[in-house]
């Protein structure tokens, strides 16, 4: 486990929650005086420092929950994290590790809250919707569809879901007001700007996800599935951006399922990718979106 990487350097990790969880707050505050300021061009700023930090907090939300790093308090940052994130922090809990046992199949809720559908206008529809809202449409019907679903609907608490709301509501209120009295901005221009960088964020983010496991259905064990999940090439400018400000979650993405108890995200390189690993370009990867977009299903998907 550790000849590939040490566990000083996985120790190393731990500034980072702290330092996310300090500059997010910080950027919510300035965000909505940037918008007032730039208008359309403000969107610069939701992408760098907003859509890089939010996909930084999402990935180490996603570390907490497999406890990567040891010097940390994970449950506390898991929490912290997933509420600032806007996510119910239950529901990552009860889905994450059949993402992992059912990887590549209808079966992994997490990414396919809906599973199977059968009639190709509304796979087309969901496919859309999916590419354009990114997490909001995936999480909106998670938190639809737990609640009611056989195999989760026992561990669903609303109390923690009610828990959830009113702390995002807090968490962005406060900030959201208190940017509005320092700068003397209407409660518009922070609505806007909020809405408007979580979109962004929430498109960003689930485009990585979808590189990894969009219309990728495979037959076959664990094994033959973890294989088939997809990495993004390191060598063209557009994907060495998307790979910079998306913190190379696809980059060796196959290694997260193939040896999840590896902590290999932040030293790319160390550990060696299995022979059958696949990687696309940006250009395949849009090819793979068209091909859902028109005809429903993608080349990968094998039912
Ligand atoms: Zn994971």
């Known amino acids: 486990m550790t000849e590939y990487i040490s566990q000083a350097q996985i120790r190393s990790q731990a500034w980072k929650f702290y330092f996310v969880a300090v500059a997010w707050p910080i950027y919510i505050f300035l965000l909505p005086s940037l918008y007032a300021s730039y208008r359309p061009w403000s969107i610069a700023f939701m992408i760098f420092p907003g859509v890089y930090l939010f996909t930084w907090m999402s990935c180490l939300m996603h570390e907490c929950w497999h406890k990567y790093v040891p010097n940390i308090n994970n449950d506390a940052f898991y929490y912290l994290l997933s509420y600032m994130l806007v996510t119910d922090p239950q529901m990552y809990k009860i889905l994450h590790g059949h993402h992992h ?47 009611r679903h056989p195999k989760y609907k026992a561990k669903f608490r609303e109390s923690r879901r009610i828990v959830a709301i009113a702390l995002w509501f807090i968490f962005y209120g406060t900030l959201g007001v208190a940017s509005a009295k320092v700068f003397s901005l209407k409660g518009s221009q922070v609505g806007i700007s909020l809405a408007i960088n979580f979109w962004l964020c929430a498109f960003f983010i689930h485009q990585t996800q979808m590189i990894e496991h969009a219309g990728l259905i495979t037959k076959g064990d664990w094994n033959q599935r973890n294989v088939t999940t997809r990495n993004l090439r390191a060598d063209g400018i557009a994907e060495k951006l998307f790979l910079w400000l998306t913190h190379n979650d696809v980059r060796e993405h196959t290694l997260h399922h193939t040896v999840v108890k590896i902590y290999s995200r932040p030293f790319p390189g160390k550990v060696p990718m299995p022979q059958e690993a696949v990687y696309v370009s940006m250009t395949q990867y849009l090819a793979i979106l068209r091909q859902m977009l028109t005809k429903g299903y993608s080349p990968d998907e094998h039912v």
């Open 101 to 147: 046992s059912q990887v590549n199949t209808y079966e992994d809720v997490e990414f396919h809250p809906l599973g199977r559908i059968k009639n190709l206008t509304l796979k087309k529809i969901h496919n859309l919707l999916e590419i354009i809202f990114g997490v909001i449409w995936t999480f909106g019907l998670h938190m639809f569809i737990v609640p």
